[in-house]
C-alpha cells in the first residue's frame, strides 16, 4: 500500500499522560497536514509542514501540542499532559506541493479517560 | 477561505442519481472546488475537484457554473456503499488551511 499511513489506529490513555502518533506520507510529498476531527465534525486543521520546516500552526494547537518532520519523511505529533477534551480522530494528510490534493490517511484515534 | 454550505443530510434510494450541491459565494479567482468523501472512522477520501464547466471522473460528475459560486457533486446511480459524509472545500488545490466544514451525510436507502 503506497498510500498514506498512520500509526496507532487507536490509542486509549488517562488523562495527563503523553502520546505520540506517527504519519508516514506518500513517498514522494513534501508537504504534510495534520488535522484532529470530533464527532460530528468536519476536520480541522491543526499544522503542516514543507518538506521538514512546519510552515503554519493553527491557534488549536495548543502548547501541549508539537510537532516534527525531520528529514522532511515521517511526521510526529506529540501530545503532552493529555486532556479528556483532547479525545478525537487525528488525521494526516500529505501533497504533492501547494497547488495538490491532499490525500488523507485512516487516522489516529485517541481516547482519553 | 471561502465559506462554504452544504445540505446536512440527504436520503436516497439505491440506483438513483444524487446531487449534492455547496454554495460558496466568496469564491476567488484561483480557488479551486474539491469534493471529498468519507466513511465513519476511515480518513476523507478525494473524490473529484474542478475549476469551472464540467469534470467527469470514474466515479462522480462535477458541475461549476459560470459564476462559480456554487457547485454540484453528482453521484451517478448510488448504491448502500456510497453511505458516507461528503465535504466540499473552496481553496487554492492543495491550499494548506483547507476548511472542510460539517459536510453532507448522504444515507442510501435499499
Known amino acids: 500500500d503506497t498510500g498514506v499511513s498512520q500509526d496507532p489506529r487507536h490509542k486509549i490513555t488517562k488523562r495527563g499522560q503523553n502520546v505520540t502518533f506517527r504519519c508516514d506520507p506518500i513517498s514522494e510529498h513534501n508537504r504534510l497536514y495534520w488535522y484532529r476531527q470530533t464527532l460530528g465534525q468536519g476536520p480541522e486543521f491543526l499544522t503542516y509542514f514543507q518538506n521538514e520546516a512546519q510552515l503554519e500552526k493553527s491557534r488549536l494547537l495548543s502548547d501541549r501540542f508539537s510537532a516534527e518532520r525531520p528529514k522532511g519523511s515521517f511526521s510526529t505529533l506529540e501530545i503532552q499532559r493529555t486532556e479528556q477534551g483532547d479525545s478525537a480522530m487525528y488525521l494526516c494528510a500529505s501533497s504533492l506541493g501547494s497547488q495538490e490534493t491532499q490525500y488523507f490517511g485512516p487516522g489516529t484515534r485517541l481516547l482519553v479517560l | 477561505l471561502a465559506k462554504t454550505t452544504q445540505p446536512i443530510s440527504m436520503d436516497s434510494y439505491e440506483g438513483q442519481e444524487v446531487n449534492i450541491t455547496c454554495s460558496h459565494n466568496?469564491?476567488?479567482?484561483?480557488?479551486?472546488i474539491t469534493w471529498y468523501q468519507q466513511f465513519p472512522s476511515q480518513g476523507p477520501r478525494f473524490i473529484i475537484q474542478?475549476?469551472?464547466t464540467k469534470v467527469t471522473n470514474e466515479v462522480a460528475s462535477l458541475f461549476i457554473p459560470a459564476d462559480r459560486k456554487s457547485s454540484t457533486l453528482s453521484l451517478p446511480r448510488v448504491s448502500l456503499s456510497d453511505t458516507a459524509v461528503y465535504y466540499c472545500?473552496?481553496?487554492?488545490?492543495?491550499?494548506?488551511?483547507?476548511?472542510f466544514g460539517t459536510g453532507t451525510k448522504l444515507q442510501v436507502i435499499p
Open positions: 472545500l473552496v481553496g487554492a488545490g492543495g491550499y494548506q488551511k483547507v476548511t
Open positions: 474542478g475549476y469551472k
Open positions: 466568496n469564491i476567488a479567482t484561483n480557488d479551486y
